[in-house]
């Protein structure tokens, strides 16, 4: 069973900067496919970003891409979204997200942490 750990979420002001990071644990995740998903108030949870096991397949959502970075450190397990230019609707709760393959990132989840863009 993997288990994942986000850190890094906060309060920051629009056009700020955050770093995200989780930390796998439980079992291996070689070769998982690793992600981020987020969830505002009132909305469905939506895919942010995602890497494969190595790195060199990635994926962003439109309304991230430019601004937002995922890498992954496969030694440490940890996968890491570093996020600039953060405007208001960029606000919701990020999750980490794992997966053996591209179709199955949502099989394992994080807790979530909060991010608050103000304006």
């Known amino acids: 069973q993997v288990q994942l750990v986000e850190s890094g979420g906060g309060l920051v002001q629009a056009g700020g900067s955050l770093r995200l990071s989780c930390a796998a644990s439980?079992?291996?995740?070689?070769?998982?496919?690793m992600g981020w998903f987020r969830q505002a108030p009132g909305k469905e949870r939506e895919f942010v970003a995602g890497?494969?096991?190595?790195?060199?397949?990635?994926r962003y959502a439109d309304s991230v891409k430019g601004r937002f970075t995922i890498s992954r450190d496969n030694a440490k397990s940890t996968v890491t979204l570093q996020m600039n230019s953060l405007n208001a609707e960029d606000t919701a709760v990020y999750y980490c997200?794992?997966?053996?393959?591209?179709?199955?990132?949502?099989?394992?989840w994080g807790q979530g942490t909060q991010v608050t863009v103000s304006s």
């Open positions: 890497i494969n096991w190595t790195g060199n397949s990635i």
């Open positions: 997200a794992a997966g053996s393959a591209w179709s199955r990132l949502s099989d394992y």
């Open positions: 439980g079992r291996t995740f070689s070769g998982y496919v």
